[in-house]
């Protein structure tokens, strides 16, 4: 436990801010990947997660494709990557982009599921365009589960972009790496501490987001767990 | 491919090691998962902390995890029992919620039946409830298996043998066909072991397999009425 509090004084040492390798450098680099990284994940992730959840089609090439991805490791992705666009800050982008899109995407579709399917057949009723019904009843109404998949997904931006100091792209690896090669304990401790705090923090965040995007009036569409299950998917009873 | 050719003694070590790392987290998820998943079914206060508490470790970032955590558990940093426990860590962080609403999902009136034919308490968690929250139980444990495979890679950067020391190797020495190669072999075992669960999945709950073509067919002619209307 001693080399904890070391690790904690070793973060909170002012000699360790300032300059290019300075602590809150490393934090706003490392806060910069992770949003840019969300945010391009968000662009081809969102649109395609919509237009799954509105026609139901290509449902199950999407989890597949999900599913493929959870087995390929970042580290391998991220380090190939590296030595084919050389080292610095593309190879972790893109690694962590490609990590990014199965939560956001998840996000996306299951969020147009699960709408009730009579208040979609309400909105053709009274003569809503399918556009219409996109943006103004499904995309609302899917809102918290979106957020639940960018939750997910910033969790392991955050989490994974430690990795991209490993082939010189910066942010808070910098210190476990650094650490790691001078065996110098407190260093990495601190670095860890550091992005721990981060990955709670969003977590913090993305839930009171969660919880504000629940359109007035909808009580039922609060999410009590980021997984609620489709109404689409649900079989009846018996 | 020579490198390919001219290592394929490291290359088995090296997935031999991966596999020693990545398998026994995946057991020990699924068994320690059974009593905390039944324990958080059982008192209502202990549902919401369970859960909050399992669930907050996966927003623990893996590499950190592997640095602090032998300062609480005392092993070394690149001991593998280390990257054991860390692993195990974030299998529970799925599989006890997971088993938590298999376990609750079972039907009261099934549970009633049973104990109005004689099951205690005890075999009927045994013998009706846990053998019906099997398949949510399964579909747990097959994503665990495959994050967990990926996941042993990252022990490599502090040092601990996997397939994730050919990225490591390969980056510094610079070869392609390395790093590939532990890419390519990293799915197989994730899709293998996957493939696996699947089998005993099948082997263990012979019920499922029939249960679900029913239900997919089901679901089929719901979605076509959905077209229709």
């Known amino acids: ?238 | 491919m020579n490198w390919l050719v001219n290592n394929g003694d490291l290359i088995g070590q090296l997935v031999v090691a991966h596999l020693l790392i990545a398998i026994p987290p995946i057991i020990l998820s699924l068994v320690i998962s059974v009593p905390i998943g039944w324990l958080a079914n059982r008192y209502a206060w202990s549902r919401g902390t369970l859960l909050t508490g399992f669930g907050l470790l996966y927003a623990i970032p893996s590499l950190p995890l592997f640095i602090i955590l032998p300062l609480i558990i005392g092993t070394g940093l690149r001991d593998s029992i280390n990257l054991v426990v860390a692993l195990t860590l974030y299998g529970l962080a799925l599989m006890v919620r997971t088993t938590a609403d298999g376990l609750a999902s079972v039907d009261p009136d099934v549970r009633q039946s049973a104990s109005g034919v004689g099951f205690s308490g005890r075999s009927q968690f045994f013998r009706v409830e846990l053998p019906l929250a099997g398949p949510v139980l399964l579909a747990g444990i097959r994503v665990v298996a495959v994050s967990t495979i990926s996941l042993t890679t990252v022990g490599a950067v502090i040092g601990i043998s996997s397939l994730g020391s050919l990225f490591t190797d390969g980056f510094q020495r610079g070869i392609g066909a390395e790093i590939l190669t532990g890419i390519v072999l990293t799915i197989i075992l994730a899709l293998g072991v996957d493939g696996l669960l699947v089998l005993l999945g099948r082997i263990l709950m012979p019920w499922v397999a029939v249960n679900s073509g029913r239900v997919s067919r089901r679901e089929r002619r719901r979605a076509r009425l959905a077209v229709v209307a």
């Open chain 1, 1 to 238: 436990m001693n080399l904890f509090v070391e690790g904690i004084l070793w973060a909170l040492d002012p000699s360790h801010y300032g300059g290019r390798n300075g602590i809150e450098t490393r934090v706003e680099q490392h806060l910069l990947i992770s949003l840019g990284v969300l945010a391009v994940a968000s662009l081809i992730a969102i649109p395609l997660g919509y237009a799954i959840g509105h026609t139901g089609r290509g449902r199950s090439l999407a989890i597949g494709v999900s599913g493929a991805i959870r087995a390929l490791p970042t580290l391998g992705l991220l380090i190939i990557i590296a030595l084919i666009v050389n080292v610095g800050l593309l190879a972790p982008f893109i690694a962590l982009v490609v990590l990014a899109i199965p939560s956001v995407l998840a996000g996306a579709y299951a969020g147009f599921e699960a709408v009730d399917r009579r208040a979609i057949d309400a909105a053709r009723a009274v003569g809503m365009t399918e556009l219409q019904i996109v943006g103004r009843v499904e995309a609302p109404l899917g809102l918290p589960l979106l957020i639940g998949g960018l939750r997910t997904a910033s969790l392991q931006v955050i989490a994974t972009a430690v990795l991209a100091d490993y082939v010189g792209g910066g942010g808070l690896g910098h210190f476990i790496f650094l650490g790691l090669k001078t065996n110098d304990y407190p260093q990495m401790l601190a670095g860890s501490i550091i992005v721990i705090v981060l990955a709670i923090a969003s977590e913090a965040v993305f839930s009171i987001v969660q919880r504000l995007v629940v359109p007035a009036g909808v009580s039922a569409g609060r999410p009590q767990d980021v997984r609620v299950r489709s109404t689409r998917s649900r079989t009846a009873p018996g």
